[in-house]
């Protein structure tokens, strides 16, 4: 296993929140997106790290593991210890995994194997059905381990370095021709 990573990941979404908030890139604000159509709610607190770019166009998400709930804007240092592969409306939309650095009832946890596999069973639940009244498709493709999680942020690093200033839609068009492996039809 590599080194551990610790990121600031900035909230978007509280744990146990069903408002979807999304965070605008061009404004650096974040604002309400969306109410979940069904019963849903996040099981974890959700973010986004600002020096890395996905390949659906956004930041890179990530899931944080904590005992709270915090609020929209918050930075909270995340040790990343796995990720969640998705597509999600035919884009690669990937969920890094972490748990809050700064709370010693998770200081024991290094691998995603330190937690629950109930928890990751609850995430798989989640992301498949959260869009199902939308009737939009989303694929989790599974769960990677660290090693796997820090290559996938050091990759959008790398695209927020060469393509951040680029918008979405075109940034999209761009890699769907440059990269089809990372979008289904």
């Known amino acids: 296993m590599s080194a551990k990573l610790i990121l600031d990941v900035t909230i978007e979404i509280p744990k146990g929140s069903n408002v979807k908030y999304e965070y605008n890139r061009k404004t650096n604000q974040i604002s309400v997106d969306r109410i979940l159509f069904g019963p849903n709610y996040y099981p974890q607190n959700y973010g986004f790290i600002s020096e890395a770019l996905d390949w659906d166009g956004d930041e890179l998400d990530v899931l944080v593991f904590a005992d709270q709930s915090f609020q929209p804007g918050i ?21 890094l995994i972490g748990v809050i650095a700064v709370d010693p009832r998770y200081k024991h946890v290094e691998t995603m194997k330190d937690l629950s596999e109930h928890e990751f069973s609850i995430i798989k639940e989640f992301f498949e059905t959260y869009k199902n009244l939308q009737k939009k498709s989303v694929s989790v493709q599974g769960f990677h381990d660290h090693d796997w999680a820090i290559a996938e942020y050091h990759e959008c690093v790398e695209l927020m370095k060469k393509y951040g200033k680029m918008d979405k839609d075109e940034f999209i068009a761009l890699m769907k021709t440059e990269h089809p492996e990372k979008y289904s039809n």
Do not use: F, Q, S, Y
């Open 75 to 95: 930075i909270v240092p995340t040790k990343i210890i796995g990720a969640l592969a998705m597509i999600d409306g035919g884009e690669t939309d990937t969920k």
